[in-house]
């Protein structure tokens, strides 16, 4: 059995994305890989399903386990052995010719094993071993799904012009962006690719070269430190509002809001798209074929999702590496995004279409690697922290306080503090940021995902409601 890769120390995984520019004659050949991944996929997931099936209905005749049909492996390994053996009767067409010839075999290999992967992560999580949400069994993939596809051996190579990729069977493909970053790397042997990975994403072929990358975290010369410790308060209304343990705010940003802004033109995409002569027809609920004016106007909201994206990703890459780049140590919330968006119903989907809008979950993760990639310490609170709730100024924590109250006044006579409800957090999670670092770098280091300090006035954590809340404060 070969051994798992582990990345050297001083290396990182990265990857690389650019966008393809495929030829006419090329483009069928990306379409006949992403489909033959997703047959090698459907074809092994129904012989598992049918082995299951199988092993069911024997075990409800009363027959012995020892004495069922024998379960199927799951493995990579025994699934794309599997498939070997049956693609010369499944893949062929309708006059007998095979046909799985024509793309590269590292198409159905990667297929198979995200099917295993599927697969034991279902297992794991029916039994207890695996830690989160319940998986669910992997289900088939249709036409509409994300066409995808990867290539782990074979050539895979970024041409030297800095404007060409070569992927195995595909061949030389131009790319709308500069290659050279990655380019570099490979010439220098500071960077190696891994895995090749194509998809249709954003109305246009996308390849992402998964590399192992020679990085030493360090932050670039040209970029001073504003602070050396912050905390950082994340919402809705005010994406981020960064201050310092004394008080002093030195960052803020404003929600971008970029789907609220195409909103309107999306909902004119959408009423002009409810007159045409669509796929669906609601007289006979039955399907038809589209009008060109029908599928021009889905190409236009298309276009308006992949503008809305790219903006939003554009946005985020520049937040968190200023962020990573100008702070030494970052004190943040522990915030469950899926979980602030499970509840509320139809009363609150105006919020939670504000909380997807706003990007915090990819904040998150994207803060999280860039602190490690610029030399900086992410520390977060625990998730029941009320950094929101907490006067900043004698420590009091309030009860109740509610999403509309957008001034925090504190409820202790001797104090009465009043200041911006996210300046406010932000204080208090730089405090909290500080005292953790420091018991952190006296104790030789510690996990950056740490548990904060009780408030100096102690008491129950609670949403806005009164209620206990483990989803943490955006506000």
Not at 171 to 180: F, N, P, Y
Not at 296 to 311: C, D, F, Y
Not at 420 to 448: K, P, Q, V, W, Y
Request: hydrophobic share 35%; charged share 25%.
């Amino acid at each position: 059995m070969a051994e798992k890769f582990t990345v050297p120390d001083g290396w990182v995984v990265q990857a690389y994305q650019y966008a393809l520019d495929p030829t006419p004659a090329q483009s069928p050949v990306l379409e006949s890989h992403a489909g033959g991944a997703r047959f090698a996929y459907n074809t092994m997931l129904a012989a598992v399903t049918a082995n299951l099936s199988q092993r069911d209905a024997e075990r409800s005749y009363g027959i012995a386990t020892e004495d069922l049909t024998p379960r199927m492996s799951w493995s990579f390994q025994s699934l794309r052995n599997d498939f070997n053996h049956r693609k010369h009767q499944v893949a062929v067409r309708e006059d007998g010719t095979p046909w799985w010839g024509e793309n590269s075999k590292e198409v159905y290999a990667n297929a198979c094993q995200n099917l295993a992967a599927g697969l034991k992560n279902w297992d794991d999580s029916r039994t207890g071993r695996r830690q989160g949400p319940r998986v669910g069994f992997p289900s088939f993939k249709s036409k509409r799904s994300t066409k995808k596809f990867a290539f782990t051996t074979g050539t895979i190579r970024v041409e030297a012009d800095r404007h060409h990729v070569t992927l195995p069977r595909v061949g030389t493909v131009r790319v709308h962006e500069s290659t050279r970053k990655l380019a570099r790397r490979l010439e220098h042997a500071t960077a190696r690719v891994l895995k090749a990975t194509v998809r249709f994403a954003r109305g246009r072929w996308l390849v992402s070269f998964t590399c192992v990358v020679q990085r030493a975290p360090q932050r670039p010369a040209h970029v001073k430190r504003v602070a050396s410790v912050v905390g950082v308060d994340v919402g809705v209304n005010d994406l981020v509002v960064a201050a310092t343990p004394e008080g002093r705010e030195v960052l803020r940003v404003r929600a971008s809001r970029e789907f609220a802004h195409a909103s309107a033109k999306l909902r004119a995409l959408a009423r002009k798209a409810a007159r045409q002569h669509g796929r669906w027809d609601t007289a006979t609920k039955t399907r038809r074929e589209p009008s060109a004016g029908w599928l021009r106007t889905q190409q236009a909201i298309a276009k308006q999702h992949v503008r809305v994206g790219n903006l939003r990703r554009d946005r985020l890459h520049k937040l968190t590496t200023e962020l990573a780049q100008s702070f030494e140590v970052i004190g943040t919330e522990t915030l469950a995004v899926k979980n602030m968006m499970a509840a509320g119903g139809t009363g609150k989907k105006g919020l939670n279409r504000s909380i997807a809008d706003a990007g915090l979950g990819e904040l998150s993760r994207q803060l999280d690697y860039k602190t490690r990639w610029y030399k900086s310490v992410r520390v977060q609170a625990d998730r029941w922290y009320p950094s929101s709730k907490t006067c900043s100024g004698c420590g009091c924590v309030k009860t109740k306080l509610s999403l509309a109250e957008r001034l925090y006044v504190c409820d202790n006579n001797d104090c009465g503090l009043q200041i911006d409800r996210d300046l406010n957090a932000a204080i208090n999670l730089a405090r909290m940021a500080r005292a953790e670092h420091s018991a952190c770098f006296d104790t030789g280091g510690a996990d950056r995902k740490t548990t904060a300090p009780a408030a100096p006035v102690a008491a129950k954590p609670e949403s806005s409601n009164g209620s206990a809340s483990p989803q943490g404060e955006a506000a």
